[in-house]
């Protein structure tokens, strides 16, 4: 099928149309990148066939006329001035039914009209005016937490990373609508152990993809959206390569689903000690990081205290929450002090297992892993909680 020129004709409410001169249409549809203003669907090709139809529609703001059944137009504009470009948004056709039913005209005003045109159009130009260097690659995971599935839609990706000048790039993304996606892996519930092994040979071969990527330079940053178990983000922070720059993005609490650092954060420092320096030998080192909420000693199993040099990591000068970390200079400050842990517990050298309970936002979460290096230090081994009330548990070993 040839491909139609841009139609340039508003519709009204009752089917008739308007004829809009070329450049003012051209405009609009220029303006809102081929997309709805209100929905965001592609309005250059049939949905259902692919063919190249315009599909898209005019729509006034203020309606054309003054009549009483042209939607909003009682309003004081100069009827002169209701067929230029900044009356007119491009919808789709539901939409437009939407907008124009007459019980919803006091729901859809010209002025929320006016803000829906003015907040799409201006996405569109911040999107469209980042340059390739500026892409960086996404590497969503998401997992199910305590038995009940999470959603991280792509959308709140695209606004968290275009919000600090980023281009969001989806090369890690192939046949599952996620990068990540461990919600379908059975017994996370039960803390059954094929589950955590399978996750974590999941992440690997995911991974893997990411690794060729980043060898033939297709990737050069990395913007990181983890949802999941304290045990699946350390594992992941684990097995990242650290010779690509990559930042994390912690969800941000309420009810909205939003990504990102708030603005007005405040660097918070950590501190470490040691609560029980067991035996002149150490055969294990435990660390509790008591970081988003504290580490209650009475609920850590005796495997991991047994003969056992006990650290712990507190915020400096702070009691442990879950706000508490909210700047990435934050995240880098957890990291040097975990670091100085590490340090610690290797001037022990009977020392072959580190044992790892915390509570921790994800952030910090993906730090513990990265910290490490699997095939130098002794075997880490990760403990987490069943239920709110329960015991920590061994969940999985960090893999080398």
């Not at 983890?226 to 650290?242: K, V």
């Amino acid at each position: 099928m040839a491909e139609k020129p841009p139609r340039n004709s508003a519709i009204g409410p009752n089917g008739t149309t308007r004829t809009i001169r070329e450049p003012v249409a051209r405009r609009v549809w220029v303006a809102a990148g081929g997309r709805c203003t209100f929905c965001n669907r592609w309005l250059l090709d049939e949905e259902h066939t692919g063919e190249p139809v315009f599909i898209g529609q005019l729509a006034h703001i203020v309606g054309w006329d003054t009549t009483k059944g042209s939607p909003r137009g009682s309003d004081s504009m100069d009827v002169h001035d209701r067929n230029e470009a900044d009356n007119l948004i491009l919808i789709c056709y539901d939409q437009h039914r939407v907008i124009d039913s007459k019980s919803l005209w006091d729901v859809y005003s010209a002025d929320r009209l006016r803000d829906f045109k003015r907040q799409h159009e201006h996405r569109i130009k911040k999107l469209t005016e980042l340059a390739h260097r500026d892409s960086t690659t996404v590497l969503r995971l998401v997992g199910t937490i305590h038995g009940s599935p999470v959603q991280l839609s792509q959308s709140a990706v695209n606004e968290a990373l275009v919000s600090v000048g980023q281009h969001p790039s989806y090369a890690l993304i192939g046949t599952d609508e996620y990068e990540i996606d461990l919600r379908k892996l059975p017994g996370e519930k039960e803390d059954a152990p094929f589950h955590w092994n399978a996750a974590v040979e999941y992440i690997r071969d995911r991974l893997r993809r990411l690794g060729a990527l980043v060898a033939d330079g297709t990737v050069v940053n990395i913007a990181i959206f983890p949802l999941a178990r304290i045990p699946i983000l350390i594992a992941l922070g684990a097995l990242l390569d650290d010779t690509v720059p990559a930042v994390v993005y912690p969800k941000r609490r309420g009810g909205k689903e939003a990504w990102g650092w708030p603005a007005g954060g405040r660097d918070q420092g950590f501190e470490w000690s040691v609560l029980d320096s067991g035996s002149d030998a150490p055969k294990q080192a435990t660390v509790l990081f008591s970081v988003s909420g504290s580490i209650e000693k009475d609920r850590i199993p005796a495997e991991a205290t047994d003969v056992a040099r006990i650290y712990e990591i507190r915020p400096a000068g702070a009691t442990p929450n879950f706000d508490l970390v909210d700047t990435p200079a934050s995240v880098d400050l957890f990291s040097r002090c975990w670091r100085a842990v590490i340090a610690d517990i290797e001037t022990f050298p009977d020392v072959t297992a580190v044992n790892v309970i915390a509570a921790v936002p994800t952030t910090v979460a993906v730090a513990i892993g990265r910290s490490v290096n699997a095939s130098v230090h002794a075997s880490v081994r990760v403990y987490d909680r069943v239920e709110h009330h329960a015991n920590y548990t061994f969940t999985l070993e960090l893999p080398r």
